[in-house]
């Protein structure tokens, strides 16, 4: 792997290519962070496509595209004389240390959990009024919830075992369950909400990432439906004209390949 000098050569050429491409580029010069913020958005979503694919070549070129909006960001800063790169580095930095104090302190911890409920400390100390606070509001809900329940975890708001959670799981499913025969559409909405919420904790027990499941399950689905069309265009008989028996045929080859 490259050395330090060569890292910083190469952090240095981006950042001489955002200037020039700022100065010269019609496009560049009238982006606004404002402009950037959907295309971020996107890029990180490419990014966690290929972690998921571990596509490791395809990662390396999506943590590029990622790197060059944080220095846009930077350069956008620098010119309302807001901040600039050396702000953005060193405000991560001096955040880094402070909140390792096992590291750049005296503080002891004996596992991640002790560091975790340490980290949530920290930011209460900071001046933040609730530890929910650094969930965002825009976050898919699926994130969202998973980001909820870990970081109420950190201060101690937690189940035990995860026996309990699954039991929880089950008192929730039972509650739909009645929901749904009492034909109540908004009770059936909280309700099914409320399993999504339980499951999503008890993936956190499991130490599975749920929204990380999903999609791997999205991607499978689709591979093997894909299959599916393709099959159903050698035969020449469209999907609709199919019936559930003979598309099952074909989804079973899916699944063994």
């Given at each position: 792997?490259?050395?330090?000098?060569?890292?910083?050569?190469?952090?240095?050429?981006?950042?001489?290519?955002?200037?020039?491409?700022?100065?010269?580029?019609?496009?560049?010069?009238?982006?606004?962070?404002?402009?950037?913020?959907?295309?971020?958005?996107?890029?990180?979503?490419?990014?966690?496509?290929?972690?998921?694919?571990?596509?490791?070549?395809?990662?390396?070129?999506?943590?590029?595209?990622?790197?060059?909006?944080?220095?846009?960001?930077?350069?956008?800063?620098?010119?309302?004389?807001?901040?600039?790169?050396?702000?953005?580095?060193?405000?991560?930095?001096?955040?880094?240390?402070?909140?390792?104090?096992?590291?750049?302190?005296?503080?002891?911890?004996?596992?991640?959990?002790?560091?975790?409920?340490?980290?949530?400390?920290?930011?209460?100390?900071?001046?933040?009024?609730?530890?929910?606070?650094?969930?965002?509001?825009?976050?898919p809900s699926m994130v969202k919830a998973n980001r909820i329940q870990d970081k109420v975890a950190g201060v101690g708001f937690d189940w035990e075992k995860p026996e309990q959670v699954f039991e929880k799981v089950e008192e929730e499913l039972a509650e739909l369950k009645a929901?749904?025969?009492?034909?109540?559409?908004?009770?059936?909405?909280?309700?099914?909400?409320?399993?999504?919420?339980?499951?999503?904790?008890?993936?956190?027990?499991?130490?599975?990432?749920?929204?990380?499941?999903?999609?791997?399950?999205?991607?499978?689905?689709?591979?093997?439906?894909?299959?599916?069309?393709?099959?159903?265009?050698?035969?020449?008989?469209?999907?609709?004209?199919?019936?559930?028996?003979?598309?099952?045929?074909?989804?079973?080859?899916?699944?063994?390949?």
């Amino acid at each position: 792997m490259s050395e330090r000098t060569t890292q910083l050569k190469a952090f240095d050429r981006l950042l001489t290519i955002m200037d020039e491409l700022r100065e010269q580029c019609p496009w560049d010069k009238k982006q606004t962070m404002e402009s950037l913020r959907h295309l971020t958005i996107e890029e990180v979503y490419e990014l966690g496509d290929a972690i998921l694919d571990n596509d490791l070549d395809e990662v390396k070129k999506e943590l590029g595209d990622v790197l060059l909006h944080i220095v846009f960001y930077s350069k956008i800063g620098s010119e309302t004389k807001d901040f600039d790169i050396a702000d953005v580095c060193n405000s991560i930095c001096d955040k880094l240390i402070e909140r390792h104090p096992h590291i750049y302190g005296d503080v002891e911890v004996n596992d991640e959990e002790d560091i975790k409920r340490n980290w949530e400390q920290l930011k209460l100390k900071e001046g933040k009024k609730s530890v929910l606070e650094g969930v965002p509001k825009s976050l898919p809900s699926m994130v969202k919830a998973n980001r909820i329940q870990d970081k109420v975890a950190g201060v101690g708001f937690d189940w035990e075992k995860p026996e309990q959670v699954f039991e929880k799981v089950e008192e929730e499913l039972a509650e739909l369950k009645a929901e749904i025969s009492a034909g109540n559409k908004e009770r059936i909405e909280s309700e099914f909400g409320d399993v999504l919420f339980s499951m999503v904790n008890y993936a956190r027990f499991l130490k599975v990432n749920p929204e990380n499941a999903l999609e791997r399950t999205n991607k499978k689905f689709i591979k093997r439906f894909q299959y599916l069309e393709e099959k159903s265009k050698q035969l020449e008989k469209p999907l609709k004209d199919m019936t559930l028996s003979e598309m099952d045929v074909f989804w079973e080859e899916a699944k063994k390949l």
